[in-house]
């Protein structure tokens, strides 16, 4: 897999999303031992920072009501990238320096708003 698209798979990554914090560096905020941007709930390959279904349940998280059980929604609550802003009024959720209409998760040339993307295999 190759999160961020730089043609670098993640496993000799030293900065698995691009954001241009080391890895070993990346913040880890549930303190689990797993780098917040490597946590992958379902177990399903892909992190939940990409992962349209964080929890494998079948349902899209946009359509989830409150995952965490705090009474705020979800599309209210979400803050991928922890700077104060939710996501839905984050013009770059993750964080990463390119904005959220710009992303290529897949390197496609496709941004991802526009194109079925999976990150590469």
């Not at 990554?13 to 890895?23: A, C, F, N, S, T």
């Not at 913040?27 to 780098?35: A, L, N, R, V, W």
């Not at 992962?51 to 359509?63: N, S």
């Amino acid at each position: 897999m190759d999160s961020d698209g730089d043609g670098i798979p993640d496993y000799i990554d030293d900065d698995d999303d691009g954001d241009g914090i080391p890895d070993d560096q990346d913040d880890d905020d549930d303190g689990d031992g797993i780098p917040d941007n490597k946590e992958d709930s379902d177990g399903d390959g892909i992190p939940d920072h990409l992962d349209h279904d964080d929890d494998g349940d079948g349902l899209p998280d946009a359509h989830e009501t409150d995952s965490d059980g705090d009474g705020i929604p979800d599309y209210l609550d979400d803050d991928d990238d922890n700077d104060g802003i939710p996501d839905h009024l984050d013009d770059d959720d993750d964080g990463d320096g390119i904005a959220d209409h710009e992303e290529d998760s897949d390197g496609d040339g496709i941004p991802d708003h526009l194109g079925n993307n999976l990150p590469n295999l």
